[in-house]
């Protein structure tokens, strides 16, 4: 720590940091455009500028770019300086000379950074009064706008586009003053995360284009902190809403999650909260359709039907890994322990499982997002973590720039020097190395890729585990490429001082697990810093995983021998997991089925009970990460009855039940999320920690509940007035410490976990973040949000470490055959995870499904799949380096009960003419 002193104000301040940090730090308010804490400093607009004085002596000073100059001890600097305002008035003047001034009708409009910029400096009169230089806008897609004349040539677009994230289709085209920023042609932008720079770009050259179809003003929308339903990271979001619809996801910042920056299917899966597929009321069986009825006619329903089905079987319930913690306890709760499923196939819940104990015996580090990015060495053990985890994915090609860290280091250069950095590391080598069956984003950054089949990455992994710890298990008869691959990484690792194993579920290997748990192990007995870290499919995969229960294919054993009368489904489209011969055999076997689900799916036109449930925008939950971090999500959107949570259902319909079911009694003492909580705190110690992922809905600050609504928020009845002028009370809800309103508490200081939005007068904008922050880019000032359930650290382990304690049986070599061929998943960024491909944004950016081939393999003619449930006719692209023997599906387009990986039959039809 040192101190500065800022217009006669001592304010200590940290060493390593540039002093408009120091400034934004101290509370100060001073412009900037072109820097952002995740991208360093370039010093491209020269907003910052402030006077820095050499000594108390020193009534001159000089003009400096905060941004540029590091803290000294002792410096002095003004911002309030006649002189270094009147620069930043200038600056900012010439900036805005070809600005269209078009605030009334821009999206950006309240909470624009510009607007904020532009206020703090002054300028509030324009001289300008000739031609303004006009560009052409490109359309790039269905999630980014371009309005390339507000544009004010900051470069952080191209910066965090090309440099941070990694895409190469968006550029700077310059002539002079002349800039330009968009692509070479028109055309969709092609990286995962594009929709960042609609928060990236202080201006409105680039907006949400689906928020366009519902904009509102951001003074008009309500906030609630909430969760990525998407997959299994866990990146938090806020969601916004009006008139009780969802109308778009921000990015929320979690110092250890995802920071800044949000994947696009995160930002713009949620259209399936406003889809045509929800289910808005109860639906029941009536002669072979379904009829909307009456919310007591449904309760009525299955009382009817757990009356007379138990006297032949019980009531099973199956729960989902996209579901709440409270809605899947809830289910446990109803039908008891032992009729409780977590509705995944056996091979998804024992890799999850082994996931969960693999993670919990680790003797190393269980590293957050952010401390991935420090590792200086990272195996990928078989994950495609850019299509499974893509906010994962971004984190680790942050890593491959420690070697020019230690560069910049060693050359006294400070690592928010961005462009020097980044010159000085142009000729680091990676230390990245990526074993998958198929080309990933990641591998133009790596060190070294390989392309083979899991078992034979596995066997890779057990080979590397062995090389650095000879305890280890060998592999026999390993090629001696592979062999002298795995002394090559064996010895990288070992050289590290923070490695990092990756490895998941994606191909259903627990061999592959095993392997990266068993190199994880040995490093970790020289290396107390080695990093583990395994994806998981679903947002609440490890929240089950913790919890427990019956497969899939355990209900459908005994379903087929009539044990089954009730079957209760949550959330979970059972023909995305079965083969179709197993889900007709379901319904045919169970007497009565009812669907809890905010999405209709296929089993609900078999269901004789259909029951809508809340999204997650319209209800309060919990969801456990990957890393086991429990986290809450808050509702914004208050639906119309009889919407509501999937755990309030399944509430009522154990409040009558039948004195035969002793099981579903003592379910009526719960009224809020609170009470569910503390329930499953009881029944299930080890998850009893996620009651702290957040304040619970008694929590008040200064006497009152949180606001959710900005301060400038229009009046109810100006919002209803084409119904009715009466003013209405503003929707409540139990489970949250939310005012759905303007009236309430809200400070920088409040709780992380319940931050609606960010505003801190005069900071409008995302970039009043750093008021809520304890330091730039550190942990907000309110704690942190959520809490985790597994340890973290090596030294929180439990038990004797043991160099091999997750080796098992090495897999056998993969062989290809003539007469079969080894089928592996296509995980999609865009087109395989379930509820995003119901928004219409991402829909589009889709691919159209087709079989991955081998070179070499593909004919001109017609290539037929033989799989469990049946033929898929699929047209055929060929993927570069795909061992031979393997052949890729796309994931969503056969049940995952046909349990990848699976050997099937390929049937090459030939054209006509072209010969057998």
Known sequence: MTSIRIDGRDCPTRTGINLLQ????????????????????????????????????????????????????????????????????????????????????????????????????????RRYRFTKRTHRNQDLGPFVKHEMNRCIACYRCVRFYRDYAGGEDLAAFASHDNVYFGRAADGTLQNAFSGNLVEICPTGVFTDRPFSAVYSRKWDMRGAPSVCVHCAVGCNTIVNAREETLRRVLNRYNADVNRYVLCDRGRFGHGFVNAPTRIRTPLRAIDGRQVPVPVADALATFARMAATGTAGGRIVGIASPRASLETCFRLHALVGPEHFSTGQTQREQHCAELAHDLLARHQGVLPTLHEMESADAVLVLGEDVCATAPRLGLSLRQSVRQPSFHVADDARVPRWMDAAVRTLGSECPSALYILTPAPTDLDGVAAQTLRAAPDDIARLGFAIAHEIDPSAPPVMDLAPDDARLATRIAQALGAAQRPLIVSGMQYGSPALMQAAASIAAALARTIPATGLSLVLPECNSMGLAMMGGLTLETVLEQARAGGISNLIIVENDLTRRLDPADVAQLVAAVANIV???????????????????????????????????????????????????????????????????????????????????????????????????????????????????????????????YITVRDQPPPSSPDTPFSSSMEGAYEPGMPAALVPGYQASPWNSVQALNRFQQEIGGPMRGGASGIRLLPCKAEDGAGPHSA???????????????????????????????????????????????????????????????????????????????????????????ARALRFPRTARLEMIPDEGEGP
């Not at 001159?60 to 003004?78: F, H, L």
């Not at 997750?806 to 993969?814: L, M, N, Q």
């Not at 037929?864 to 387009?893: Q, R, T």
């Open 22 to 125: 120091a400034c934004l730090e101290a509370g100060a308010s001073l412009p900037y455009f072109c820097w952002h804490p995740e991208l360093g400093s370039v010093g491209a607009c020269r907003q910052c500028a402030i006077k820095q004085f050499s000594g108390p002596d020193d009534t001159k000073g000089r003009i400096v770019m905060a941004c540029m100059t590091p803290v000294s001890d002792n410096a002095i600097i003004s911002v309030d300086d006649p002189e270094a305002r009147d620069f930043r008035a200038s600056v900012i003047e010439w900036m805005m000379v070809n600005h269209p001034h078009d605030c009334p009708v821009c999206e950006e409009g309240g909470e624009c950074h510009l607007q904020d910029m532009t206020v703090m400096t002054g300028h509030n009169t």
């Open 595 to 721: 669907v809890i689900d905010h999405t209709a799916t296929p089993l609900c036109q078999q269901a004789g009970l259909v029951l809508p449930a809340a999204a997650f925008s319209e209800c309060t939950g919990t969801l456990v990460s990957q890393e086991g971090r429990a986290q809450r999500f808050f509702q914004a959107v208050f639906p119309p009855a009889p919407l509501q949570a999937a755990w309030r259902w399944i509430q009522a319909l154990g409040q009558n039940p039948d004195p035969a079911t002793p099981h579903m009694t003592g379910l009526t003492g719960w009224r809020d999320l609170d009470d569910v909580l503390a329930a499953i705190a009881k029944a299930f110690p080890r998850l009893a920690p996620a009651l702290g992922a957040a304040p619970g809905a008694d929590y008040r600050m200064d006497g009152q509940k949180l606001r959710s609504q900005t301060y400038r928020a229009s009046g109810r009845t100006v919002i209803r007035s």
């Open 804 to 894: 091999h304690a997750c080796a098992t049986d090495i897999p056998v070599p993969h062989v290809a055959r003539a007469d079969s061929v080894l089928v592996l998943p296509e995980t999609r960024l865009f087109g395989s995870e379930e509820l995003s491909m119901l928004s219409p944004p991402v829909m589009a950016r889709s691919a159209a499904p087709a079989l991955g081939l081998p070179a070499g393999m593909a004919g001109s003619g017609r290539t037929i799949l033989h799989l469990g449930d049946g033929a898929h006719a699929l047209p055929v692209e060929v993927v570069p380096g795909l061992p031979a023997g393997v052949v890729l599906c796309p994931a969503h387009m056969v």
